[in-house]
């Protein structure tokens, strides 16, 4: 999947799956240093605990999670490696 691709993101998704987008695309945007990056994701995790609460911060989580796990076992595949084997390279100590 190129970069290309990724042109046009389908944003008609639930609340949680838009806040998953911005807050990812905060961290790794280039528009600005990582650490605004991070700093503009937690604004976007406090507001989704203000407006929907304790449930639309874990449906957030689980929505990140899903994504990630779809990714990871995307590379894992490319790579001809184990999604699980990746996850524990890529969140050692």
Same mark, same amino acid.
């Given at each position: 999947?190129? /970069?290309?691709?990724?042109?046009?993101? *389908?944003?008609?998704?639930?609340?949680?799956?838009?806040?998953?987008?911005? +807050?990812?695309? #905060?961290?790794?945007? *280039?528009?600005?240093?990582?650490?605004?990056?991070?700093?503009?994701?937690? /604004?976007?995790?406090?507001? /989704?605990? #203000?407006?929907?609460?304790?449930?639309?911060?874990?449906?957030?989580?689980?929505?990140?999670?899903?994504?990630? #796990?779809?990714?990871?076992?995307?590379?894992? +595949?490319?790579?001809? /490696? +184990? +999604?699980? *084997?990746?996850? *524990?390279?890529?969140?050692?100590?």
């Amino acid at each position: 999947m190129g /970069v290309g691709e990724f042109d046009h993101v *389908d944003r008609s998704g639930s609340l949680a799956q838009c806040c998953v987008y911005e +807050a990812v695309s #905060a961290v790794v945007s *280039d528009d600005h240093c990582y650490e605004r990056g991070v700093q503009a994701a937690r /604004v976007i995790v406090h507001s /989704v605990l #203000a407006e929907s609460g304790p449930a639309g911060l874990a449906e957030m989580a689980v929505e990140l999670s899903s994504h990630l #796990a779809e990714a990871v076992e995307r590379i894992a +595949a490319e790579r001809g /490696v +184990a +999604a699980a *084997d990746l996850i *524990d390279v890529l969140f050692v100590d």
